[in-house]
Protein backbone atom coordinates (compact mmCIF):
# COMPACT_ATOMS: atom_id res chain seq x y z
CA UNK A 1 0.00 0.00 0.00
CA UNK A 2 0.77 3.90 0.16
CA UNK A 3 0.63 4.84 3.04
CA UNK A 4 -1.07 8.55 3.28
CA UNK A 5 1.37 11.27 5.35
CA UNK A 6 0.30 12.59 8.37
CA UNK A 7 -0.37 15.58 7.30
CA UNK A 8 -3.26 13.88 4.97
CA UNK A 9 -4.10 12.15 8.28
CA UNK A 10 -4.94 15.22 10.69
CA UNK A 11 -6.27 17.24 7.42
CA UNK A 12 -8.87 14.54 7.50
CA UNK A 13 -9.68 14.07 11.01
CA UNK A 14 -9.41 17.87 11.43
CA UNK A 15 -12.18 18.52 8.68
CA UNK A 16 -14.39 15.74 10.00
CA UNK A 17 -17.17 16.65 12.13
CA UNK A 18 -20.94 15.41 12.97
CA UNK A 19 -22.88 17.33 10.38
CA UNK A 20 -25.79 18.56 11.39
CA UNK A 21 -27.25 19.92 8.12
CA UNK A 22 -26.59 18.06 5.08
CA UNK A 23 -27.08 18.95 1.56
CA UNK A 24 -30.03 16.76 0.26
CA UNK A 25 -29.44 16.95 -3.51
CA UNK A 26 -26.08 15.52 -3.26
CA UNK A 27 -25.15 11.40 -3.55
CA UNK A 28 -21.96 9.56 -2.44
CA UNK A 29 -21.01 8.33 -5.93
CA UNK A 30 -21.57 4.11 -5.90
CA UNK A 31 -17.92 3.73 -6.30
CA UNK A 32 -17.30 5.76 -3.31
CA UNK A 33 -20.17 4.02 -1.58
CA UNK A 34 -18.84 0.42 -2.39
CA UNK A 35 -15.43 1.52 -1.04
CA UNK A 36 -17.30 2.54 2.63
CA UNK A 37 -19.51 -0.50 2.50
CA UNK A 38 -16.23 -2.63 1.72
CA UNK A 39 -14.14 -0.42 5.26
CA UNK A 40 -17.43 -1.76 7.31
CA UNK A 41 -16.61 -5.30 6.84
CA UNK A 42 -13.08 -4.67 7.09
CA UNK A 43 -13.70 -3.11 10.37
CA UNK A 44 -11.49 -5.28 13.34
CA UNK A 45 -13.36 -6.86 16.36
CA UNK A 46 -12.54 -9.24 19.27
CA UNK A 47 -11.57 -12.71 18.17
CA UNK A 48 -11.93 -11.04 14.47
CA UNK A 49 -16.03 -12.11 15.46
CA UNK A 50 -17.72 -9.56 14.09
CA UNK A 51 -20.85 -9.70 15.96
CA UNK A 52 -22.65 -6.82 13.68
CA UNK A 53 -25.02 -5.98 10.67
CA UNK A 54 -25.11 -3.33 8.68
CA UNK A 55 -28.53 -2.10 7.35
CA UNK A 56 -27.96 0.63 4.88
CA UNK A 57 -31.58 2.28 4.53
CA UNK A 58 -31.96 4.08 1.34
CA UNK A 59 -35.82 3.65 0.92
CA UNK A 60 -37.24 7.31 1.81
CA UNK A 61 -40.42 6.02 3.08
CA UNK A 62 -38.50 4.22 6.08
CA UNK A 63 -36.14 7.02 6.84
CA UNK A 64 -39.28 9.24 6.97
CA UNK A 65 -40.71 6.66 9.43
CA UNK A 66 -37.52 6.05 11.23
CA UNK A 67 -37.11 10.44 12.04
CA UNK A 68 -39.52 10.83 14.64
CA UNK A 69 -37.77 8.52 16.42
CA UNK A 70 -34.57 10.16 15.97
CA UNK A 71 -35.56 13.49 17.76
CA UNK A 72 -37.08 14.68 14.59
CA UNK A 73 -33.15 14.65 12.95
CA UNK A 74 -32.93 16.16 9.53
CA UNK A 75 -29.48 13.75 9.01
CA UNK A 76 -32.09 10.84 8.92
CA UNK A 77 -33.99 11.73 5.96
CA UNK A 78 -31.48 14.30 4.23
CA UNK A 79 -28.50 12.45 4.34
CA UNK A 80 -27.51 10.28 1.54
CA UNK A 81 -26.99 7.30 2.89
CA UNK A 82 -27.90 5.67 6.40
CA UNK A 83 -26.37 3.14 8.42
CA UNK A 84 -28.15 1.53 10.87
CA UNK A 85 -25.43 -0.90 13.20
CA UNK A 86 -27.19 -3.74 14.84
CA UNK A 87 -25.82 -7.00 17.07
CA UNK A 88 -27.14 -10.23 16.40
CA UNK A 89 -29.65 -11.27 18.97
CA UNK A 90 -27.61 -14.65 19.83
CA UNK A 91 -23.85 -15.00 19.93
CA UNK A 92 -23.68 -18.59 20.25
CA UNK A 93 -22.22 -22.15 19.32
CA UNK A 94 -24.11 -21.87 15.87
CA UNK A 95 -22.49 -18.13 15.51
CA UNK A 96 -18.91 -19.38 16.54
CA UNK A 97 -19.09 -22.68 14.62
CA UNK A 98 -20.05 -20.75 11.58
CA UNK A 99 -16.98 -18.12 12.22
CA UNK A 100 -14.78 -21.13 12.41
CA UNK A 101 -15.95 -22.26 9.10
CA UNK A 102 -14.95 -19.06 7.82
CA UNK A 103 -11.68 -18.88 8.77
CA UNK A 104 -10.90 -22.54 7.32
CA UNK A 105 -12.23 -21.68 3.82
CA UNK A 106 -10.41 -18.29 3.37
CA UNK A 107 -7.40 -19.20 4.77
CA UNK A 108 -7.83 -23.07 3.05
CA UNK A 109 -6.93 -24.73 6.70
CA UNK A 110 -9.03 -27.58 8.07
CA UNK A 111 -11.73 -26.85 10.49
CA UNK A 112 -9.75 -29.39 13.16
CA UNK A 113 -6.54 -27.22 12.89
CA UNK A 114 -8.30 -24.53 14.35
CA UNK A 115 -9.53 -26.77 17.57
CA UNK A 116 -7.18 -24.20 20.31
CA UNK A 117 -8.44 -21.53 18.41
CA UNK A 118 -12.11 -22.37 18.60
CA UNK A 119 -12.27 -23.30 21.98
CA UNK A 120 -10.76 -20.22 23.63
CA UNK A 121 -13.59 -18.50 22.00
CA UNK A 122 -15.94 -20.84 23.26
CA UNK A 123 -14.33 -20.90 26.95
CA UNK A 124 -14.35 -16.71 27.05
CA UNK A 125 -17.19 -15.67 24.90
CA UNK A 126 -19.88 -18.90 25.67
CA UNK A 127 -18.92 -20.15 28.58
CA UNK A 128 -16.96 -18.06 30.63
CA UNK A 129 -17.67 -14.63 32.36
CA UNK A 130 -17.99 -12.73 29.23
CA UNK A 131 -21.40 -14.73 28.55
CA UNK A 132 -23.59 -13.05 31.39
CA UNK A 133 -22.67 -9.60 29.19
CA UNK A 134 -22.16 -10.78 25.45
CA UNK A 135 -24.35 -7.89 24.23
CA UNK A 136 -22.63 -5.41 25.96
CA UNK A 137 -19.75 -6.63 24.82
CA UNK A 138 -20.96 -6.96 21.23
CA UNK A 139 -22.38 -3.37 21.24
CA UNK A 140 -18.47 -2.21 22.47
CA UNK A 141 -17.95 -4.15 19.05
CA UNK A 142 -19.96 -1.97 17.01
CA UNK A 143 -18.52 1.12 18.21
CA UNK A 144 -14.98 -0.08 16.80
CA UNK A 145 -16.95 -0.55 13.35
CA UNK A 146 -18.73 2.58 13.62
CA UNK A 147 -15.50 4.95 14.45
CA UNK A 148 -13.68 3.03 11.60
CA UNK A 149 -16.17 3.88 9.17
CA UNK A 150 -16.71 7.35 10.05
CA UNK A 151 -12.62 8.05 9.82
CA UNK A 152 -12.61 6.43 6.25
CA UNK A 153 -15.29 8.53 5.22
CA UNK A 154 -13.45 11.32 6.36
CA UNK A 155 -10.46 10.02 4.27
CA UNK A 156 -12.86 10.15 1.13
CA UNK A 157 -14.10 13.74 1.63
CA UNK A 158 -17.97 12.16 2.72
CA UNK A 159 -19.14 13.68 5.76
CA UNK A 160 -20.79 11.69 8.53
CA UNK A 161 -22.77 12.34 11.68
CA UNK A 162 -23.24 9.32 14.40
CA UNK A 163 -27.12 8.89 15.99
CA UNK A 164 -27.16 8.20 19.34
CA UNK A 165 -30.60 10.12 19.83
CA UNK A 166 -32.64 7.36 18.30
CA UNK A 167 -35.15 4.84 19.95
CA UNK A 168 -33.61 1.43 19.03
CA UNK A 169 -36.82 -0.49 19.76
CA UNK A 170 -38.73 1.53 17.46
CA UNK A 171 -35.81 1.15 14.67
CA UNK A 172 -36.31 -2.64 15.25
CA UNK A 173 -39.39 -2.41 14.86
CA UNK A 174 -40.13 -0.28 11.97
CA UNK A 175 -36.99 -2.10 9.94
CA UNK A 176 -38.07 -5.14 11.31
CA UNK A 177 -34.97 -6.34 12.53
CA UNK A 178 -35.90 -8.93 15.30
CA UNK A 179 -37.58 -10.99 12.86
CA UNK A 180 -34.10 -11.10 10.98
CA UNK A 181 -32.03 -11.97 14.02
CA UNK A 182 -30.89 -8.24 15.33
CA UNK A 183 -31.23 -5.69 17.09
CA UNK A 184 -30.41 -1.30 16.81
CA UNK A 185 -27.23 -0.44 18.88
CA UNK A 186 -26.69 3.16 17.13
CA UNK A 187 -27.24 4.94 13.53
CA UNK A 188 -24.56 6.96 11.15
CA UNK A 189 -25.55 9.06 8.63
CA UNK A 190 -23.49 9.76 5.25
CA UNK A 191 -23.49 12.19 2.46
CA UNK A 192 -21.69 15.91 2.26
CA UNK A 193 -22.42 19.00 4.12
CA UNK A 194 -24.76 21.60 3.44
CA UNK A 195 -23.38 24.65 2.75
CA UNK A 196 -25.84 26.41 5.63
CA UNK A 197 -24.55 24.30 8.16
CA UNK A 198 -23.36 26.82 10.61
CA UNK A 199 -21.10 24.21 12.83
CA UNK A 200 -18.88 22.94 9.75
CA UNK A 201 -16.62 26.10 10.12
CA UNK A 202 -16.46 26.54 13.83
CA UNK A 203 -13.35 25.44 15.64
CA UNK A 204 -12.90 22.05 17.23
CA UNK A 205 -13.42 21.90 20.47
CA UNK A 206 -10.35 19.36 22.13
CA UNK A 207 -8.96 19.17 25.48
CA UNK A 208 -5.16 20.15 25.37
CA UNK A 209 -3.49 16.67 23.89
CA UNK A 210 -1.23 16.95 27.28
CA UNK A 211 -4.57 16.64 29.42
CA UNK A 212 -5.69 13.34 27.51
CA UNK A 213 -2.37 11.71 26.35
CA UNK A 214 0.16 10.34 29.69
CA UNK A 215 3.16 8.20 28.39
CA UNK A 216 4.60 5.96 31.21
Known sequence: ???????????????????????????IPAPVWQALEDSLVLSPSSYGLQPWQFFVVTNPDLRAKLRPHSW????VTDASHLVVFAIPDKVDVPYM?????????????????????????MADVIAGPRQAWVNEWAARQVYIALGNF????????????????IDPREYDAIL??????FNTIVACAAGYRSADDKYATLPKVRFEKSDLVRHL
Open 97 to 121: EKYVARIAEVRSVTIESLGFYRDMM
Open 150 to 165: MTSAALVGVDTCPLEG
Open 176 to 181: DLPAKG
Open 1 to 27: MNPITTDQLLAAQAWRYATKQFDASKT
Open 72 to 75: NQTQ
